[in-house]
């Protein structure tokens, strides 16, 4: 196991919002985590990246627990959360956004994000604001290779977007999963997650409800109307 999360509970002032999730993520797995709006799916992200502090239960990274760590130390063991706004730079350019997150050790440099999302090069002179959400898609998940990722978290990462751009992203997003990367993806699109998926969990009201691999998820049509209200026709 890359990432071991074990009943944590996480509160935004009085409101108890996770109320004891518990999932995994194997080393080189990619997992889905689905669920209605307001479920608690980006809590959980933030409390794994330290964005929110669990006040009970552990988040266990390579073994070591980080449910205690500042969001950038999370971050330097190499769990890197793109999240669901991208917090791309409005005023850097597209390039500056890159060199931000970029580390000499990562498998991926400047070039190779140039070459995995070639519309990046195109306008690396623009502004983050002058980016369209696709291109600022791709300039948060390029940001985020440059910072040698382990575990990549992505919140709804092809929300929004049409239907040409969500394959190029999905396409990338199998290419990084073969380098070896574990991804915990947010992602309502069921199709996405099926394609990239091999396990996922459904979260309700704070809880973990439902654990099952793709084969077994892809074939229990019920699971999707009880809990995800998109029942396949
Ligand atoms: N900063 C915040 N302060 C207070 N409550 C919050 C905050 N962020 C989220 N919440 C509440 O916490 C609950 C879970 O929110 P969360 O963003 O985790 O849901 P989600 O599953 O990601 O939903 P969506 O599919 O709409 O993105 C919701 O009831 C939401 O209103
Ligand atoms: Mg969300």
């Known amino acids: 196991m890359i990432l071991d999360v074990q009943q944590i509970h996480g509160f935004y002032g009085k409101s108890h919002i996770l109320q004891g999730v518990t999932l995994r993520v194997g080393e080189g797995e990619t997992i889905s985590l689905l669920g209605r709006n307001g479920a608690g799916k980006s809590t959980t992200l933030k409390s794994i990246a330290g964005v929110v502090t669990p006040q009970r239960g552990t988040v266990t990274f390579k073994g070591e627990p980080i449910h205690k760590l500042a969001p950038h130390k999370i971050a330097s063991r190499g769990v890197c959360f793109v999240p669901e706004h991208r917090g791309i730079f409005r005023l850097l350019s597209v390039e500056e956004n890159l060199r931000l997150g970029a580390r000499k050790d990562s498998p991926w440099q400047l070039d190779d994000i140039y070459r995995i999302f070639p519309r990046l090069k195109e306008r690396r002179t623009n502004g983050g604001a002058q980016l369209s959400g696709g291109e600022q ?13 382990r575990l990549l978290m992505l919140d709804e ?8 751009i969500v394959e190029e992203i999905v396409a990338q997003l199998k290419l990084i999963k073969q380098a070896g990367v574990a991804i915990l993806l947010v992602e309502q699109n069921l199709e996405v997650c099926s394609q990239l998926a091999d396990r996922h969990y459904i979260i309700e009201q704070g809880v973990i409800v439902y654990e099952g691999d793709n084969a077994a998820f892809i074939a229990d049509e019920s699971i999707k109307d009880r809990y995800l209200g998109v029942g396949v026709v």
């Open 137 to 149: 898609q791709m300039l948060a998940i390029g940001r985020a290779l440059l910072n040698h990722p």
């Open 157 to 164: 990462p092809v929300e929004g977007l049409a239907p040409v």
